[in-house]
């Protein structure tokens, strides 16, 4: 197992490329299941999820050409339908299969995917959406079995306790694609990611208004057909690498990032003194002054992502007074508050608000998270940190960043990678 080594305290600056989106690409790669024919996807960041979605697809009997950033996926007369438990257990996404096998093959096995360490991650919501679509869904031996020999268009409402569902909407929103009649999907979730899967089947041939927005409209065709499609960027590794430039007192420009999908994360950055302008092809963050602490709550799209939860509240611990940080979407997202404790900060929970002193300076430590968000809060830290941090089970983050130590080290952090002793 490798770890990742910091040396705090230097500036970040230049420009980096921000990778495909990896909460687009999985439905997107899953949505390929509803075509006999070829897509071609591209902007495929190299990520393990990736490489897991890959599998799921080669199991199920798709073939899968990887060439660089592009996949070439041919489904024509796949065969299998079971997602197993090897699989989905290391990536609760794999969920986004059954909406595709149900709505093409009328039969999907998908592994029940378990809690996580963000949280319980139920999926009361996507059943409830693909019942309704006509789909008998039973649970037995650990796996979903679900049948559906004909779905058909209804009116649905997939909400939840904590509001919208990225993936339930996904699921529902690709089953519906081959249903019978028109699906109107009521509270959708809004993530860019979500409308950028429908872009993607409207070029498959799909019928879908209102994607991007909380009411999205299917009407059902007989037949999807291949696809091309390049995959936006990806707003959470964009997002990361914006408070990077932060913590660091950097000036740093996000090549290809869209300010637009982080407009609520942008308003408290600049409410808190940061420069972030558009520029040709990307977003340019400018420090310029000390900043100010900020109060934020995580929402659904086009509220504050809380993936974005963890990296910004190692911002707030670094900032000089006193910020509250609310978690809305997982109230239980906080593992990585008694790692950035013991690099100094000085954090307190009370239920789901952090309350965040901010300290002059964190210390470098041994840290470790067992999630890709809360690891990338600790490099976040560790590049503002005195000394020498070591961020341990790097496998989280290599689920998520594309090339991480080698973007950074181009923006001119000192950070290398090193084998674990065992
Ligand atoms: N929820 C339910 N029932 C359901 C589904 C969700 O109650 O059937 C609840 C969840 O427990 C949570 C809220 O609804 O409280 C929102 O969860 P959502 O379903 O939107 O999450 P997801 O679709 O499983 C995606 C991302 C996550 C991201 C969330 C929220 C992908 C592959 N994953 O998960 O990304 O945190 O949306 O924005 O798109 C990450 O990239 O690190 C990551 C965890």
């Known amino acids: 197992m490798d770890k990742l080594v910091i040396e705090g305290g230097r500036r970040l600056c230049g420009t980096v490329t921000i990778s495909g989106a990896k909460n687009a690409c999985l439905p997107i790669l899953a949505a390929t299941l509803l075509s006999d024919d070829r897509s071609v996807i591209r902007n495929i960041p190299a990520l393990k999820d990736m490489s897991t979605m890959l599998r799921i697809l080669k199991n199920l009997g798709v073939r899968v050409q990887q060439d660089g950033d592009t996949v070439?996926?041919?489904?024509?007369?796949?065969?299998?339908?079971?997602?197993?438990?090897?699989?989905?257990?290391?990536?609760?996404?794999?969920?986004?299969?059954?909406?595709?096998?149900?709505?093409?093959?009328?039969?999907?096995?998908?592994?029940?995917?378990?809690?996580?360490?963000?949280?319980?991650?139920?999926?009361?919501?996507?059943?409830?959406?693909?019942?309704?679509?006509?789909?008998?869904?039973?649970?037995?031996?650990?796996?979903?079995?679900?049948?559906?020999?004909?779905?058909?268009?209804?009116?649905?409402?997939?909400?939840?306790?904590?509001?919208?569902?990225?993936?339930?909407?996904?699921?529902?929103?690709?089953a519906a694609t081959l249903a019978k009649g028109v699906t109107i999907i009521e509270n959708a979730a809004c993530e860019p990611e979500v409308a950028d899967l429908a872009v993607f089947l409207v070029k498959m041939g799909a019928k879908i208004k209102g994607h991007g927005t909380p009411r999205i409209i299917v009407e059902g065709v007989k037949k999807l057909h291949g696809a091309e499609h390049t995959v936006i960027a990806d707003r959470i590794e964009a997002g990361t690498y914006m408070l990077a430039a932060a913590i660091t007192k950097g000036d740093v420009t996000l090549k290809n990032a869209k300010l637009e999908h982080m407009i609520a994360m942008v308003d408290k950055l600049r409410e808190s003194g940061l420069v972030i302008k558009n520029v040709p092809n990307g977003i340019r963050v400018k420090y310029v002054k000390k900043l100010k602490p900020t109060d934020m709550t995580t929402l659904p799209y086009p509220g504050f992502a809380t993936d974005m939860q963890a990296q910004f509240m190692s911002l707030m611990a670094v900032t000089d007074g006193i910020s509250v940080i609310t978690e809305k979407i997982y109230p239980e997202r906080f593992i990585h508050i008694s790692e950035l404790n013991r690099m100094g900060a000085n954090i307190l929970l009370e239920g789901p608000c952090a309350i965040i002193k901010g300290v002059k300076s964190l210390s470098g430590a041994p840290v470790m998270a067992s999630d890709l968000r809360a690891s990338a809060a600790l490099v976040l830290a560790g590049l503002v940190a005195k000394g020498k941090t070591d961020v341990h089970r790097i496998y989280h983050l290599d689920r998520g960043y594309e090339n991480l130590e080698k973007k950074l080290l181009k923006l001119g952090a000192k950070v290398w990678r090193e084998k674990e002793r065992s």
């Open 72 to 174: 070439k996926v041919e489904p024509k007369g796949y065969s299998k339908y079971v997602a197993p438990y090897e699989l989905v257990s290391t990536m609760r996404a794999s969920i986004c299969v059954l909406g595709p096998l149900l709505a093409k093959k009328g039969h999907a096995e998908v592994s029940f995917p378990g809690g996580c360490v963000i949280g319980p991650r139920p999926i009361d919501i996507h059943l409830k959406g693909l019942t309704a679509l006509g789909a008998k869904i039973k649970v037995e031996k650990g796996y979903l079995i679900a049948d559906a020999k004909n779905l058909k268009g209804t009116h649905i409402y997939l909400g939840g306790h904590f509001g919208s569902s990225v993936l339930a909407t996904d699921n529902v929103m690709m």
